[in-house]
């Protein structure tokens, strides 16, 4: 949850500095995969603030068993997925006048989807 409050705030290619109308908006405002971050790391926030929500609810009160594992399970692969989406857009967005890297993170990053989905198959 921290690093997608962080990267919240750490805007990738930064904010505009100078005295023009548009002083303190994102650079890349205008740019889809700049879009599909900002949107991806808000839910990895989200997903990741609600598993931990469960897990102070559980510790707090007796209530709490297999189902609250599972919920929490859940949101913490959702906010998971989220995160590299949001790296990998992220990293898109900044890398865009080099298509040839933004490419390979985006292949590199989408295999760590599928490192997850092995992992969960058969561990």
Not at 41 to 54: K, N, Q, R, T
Not at 57 to 69: I, Q
Not at 71 to 96: D, E, H, N, P, S
């Amino acid at each position: 949850m921290t690093v997608t409050f962080a990267a919240g705030f750490t805007l990738p290619g930064g904010l505009y500095n100078d005295d023009s109308p548009n002083k303190g908006m994102a650079i890349l405002l205008r740019k889809a995969a700049f879009r599909a971050f900002v949107i991806s790391d808000v839910l990895a926030f989200s997903f990741s603030a609600g598993a931990i929500f469960i897990y102070f609810f559980m510790a707090d009160s007796d209530v709490g068993g297999d189902e609250d594992f599972k919920r929490t399970g859940i949101l913490q692969l959702l906010a998971m997925g989220a995160v590299v989406i949001a790296f990998v857009t992220g990293m898109y967005a900044t890398l865009a006048n080099s298509l040839a890297l933004a490419v390979s993170v985006c292949v590199i990053g989408c295999v760590s989807f599928l490192m997850y989905f092995w992992i969960i198959i058969w561990v």
